[in-house]
């Protein structure tokens, strides 16, 4: 099972504040930890919500829209992609995280398998579809 979990922003990252070493550390041990449980697929620290921009549909218009975002309840801080074997233990890791922080607010998603939808949905055409954009992207990541 993949999960998505988000880290909220706050006042801090808003701020742009880096982490002070010490606490750096701690979170590059986790990682490090977590990396080689071979439950971290990915995970990322974003940038304060000045440099952001949100795009929108709304009846066929586009509008776009710079940042920064006010509401701390629309801001992310990071994110960390989890292929772990239950909700449960992707909510472990994640707690384990916010231990290593030592304060924060964390949403984790479940992530949509093709095994969660029906064969007339996710037909054969859409699995080799889907396989094709995956090999794609794993190529983008590599060169990124």
Not at 23 to 51: C, I, N, W, Y
Not at 56 to 61: I, N, P, S, V
Not at 97 to 125: H, K, M, N
Request: charged share 25%; glycine share 8%; proline share 6%.
């Amino acid at each position: 099972m993949r999960f998505l979990a988000v880290l909220k922003g706050d006042q801090d990252t808003e701020a742009g504040t880096p982490p002070s070493p010490e606490l750096m550390a701690k979170m590059g041990d986790f990682m490090q930890e977590v990396a080689k449980a071979g439950v971290l697929v990915s995970t990322e620290g974003l940038h304060p919500s000045s440099r952001a921009s949100r795009v929108r549909l709304d009846r066929g218009k586009l509008t776009f829209m710079d940042g920064p975002f006010t509401e701390t309840k629309e801001v992310l801080a990071s994110y960390a992609l989890f292929q772990v074997g239950s909700k449960d233990e992707g909510i472990e890791w994640t707690s384990r995280f916010l231990q290593v922080l030592g304060q924060g607010e964390v949403d984790i998603y479940p992530i949509f398998d093709p095994a969660d939808f029906s064969p007339d949905v996710f037909t054969p055409e859409e699995a080799a579809r889907e396989e094709s954009v995956r090999r794609q992207m794993a190529n983008n990541a590599a060169r990124a």
